[in-house]
């Protein structure tokens, strides 16, 4: 009897002991996450809550997705050219439902009269012509190593998204007291409003098309993610929201098959859709605008799809200039300035 009563303590003791870590541990992801007004390539703990830090009902355009969305538009570059206020809302692998959650919840904060919605989330697995390009005439070893280059994969993102502490445990040499009182402070707010920056060039080089149709095999939209994006649908019009789709040029996830399954469904819903796989970008050039072979675009890939999206904003979609006080509108001024001068630092 003695034996189990103490058994049963040594089981409730751990519990509590485990409980009080987790919670620890959660608090201090917060509070050793990088500053907000950081341009730093990583910011993947808050990225895709970004709007979250803008002043409530500010933003006319949100940009939501993956990896691809996240890395493949630039809201301040955005609104130097047009003066229309966006904000990226995107994790690793982000799924279709977990979409439709985030969008509850940014209608908490903004009222956006456009969602842009990056259609990679609809479907699932790689480009086989990727793989093939990639893997012949390739030994083991260089695919390992690429595998430990392409460091912003799913997992090693998923990882920094979930839990910042093991990325940013370095940080307590930066550490105030003021962050421990005022962590949630400007947590959210962004010099980039949820672009992630990266600099790197690693070239996609191919001489076949990724976007031929001779050895793609017929993608579908699954059951499941047509309802889904029903519901995403429906969400916005009911909340007087214009949804257009757009794909972000990726020779690792998209092809032609994939691209004829959006456009079906875009053509069912009467929606714009924007497949910068079958038309680049002005000035786009995968031997310089992809930061890991062909997968996501770098900064300078970014701005090609950003300054043609956002010419498509103004002569297509006739969006005006964002309502927005002088206060707020220098307060962007003051963003794309900061985001630029960290760039400029990093060279």
Known sequence: MNINTKNIRNIIRAVIFMSLFVLIFIFLSK???????????GMESRISNAYR??????????FIGNSDMYRGISPVDMYHVTGITSAVSGRPNNSLQEISNDIDDILK?????????ETDCMFSGKNPHFRNSKTKHTSLF?????????GDSAIISAINYYFPLIKYHDRWKKLSLSAFIHHSR???????KGMAYSDKIKPYISQQ?????????TARISSDNKKIFKDIYDKCKNNNIQLILMTVPSANTWNISKSQATQKLADQYGLRYYDYNLTYPQDFDWKL?????GNHLNY???????NDFGRKLKEEINLPESDITKKQKDKWKKDYEAFHKKISDRK
């Open 31 to 41: 509070v050793f996450t990088v500053s907000g007004n950081s341009s730093e390539d």
């Open 53 to 62: 830090g803008e002043d409530r009902n500010s933003l006319d355009v949100i």
């Open 109 to 117: 904060y903004q009222k956006p009269k456009l969602l842009v919605l």
């Open 142 to 150: 260089k695919k390992i190593k690429d595998s430990v280059d392409n």
């Open 186 to 192: 400007n947590f959210y707010k962004f010099h980039n």
């Open 209 to 217: 098309d990724y976007m031929c149709s001779s050895k793609t095999k």
């Open 289 to 293: 605008h992809t930061k890991d072979g």
């Open 300 to 306: 300078a890939g970014a701005v090609t799809v950003t």
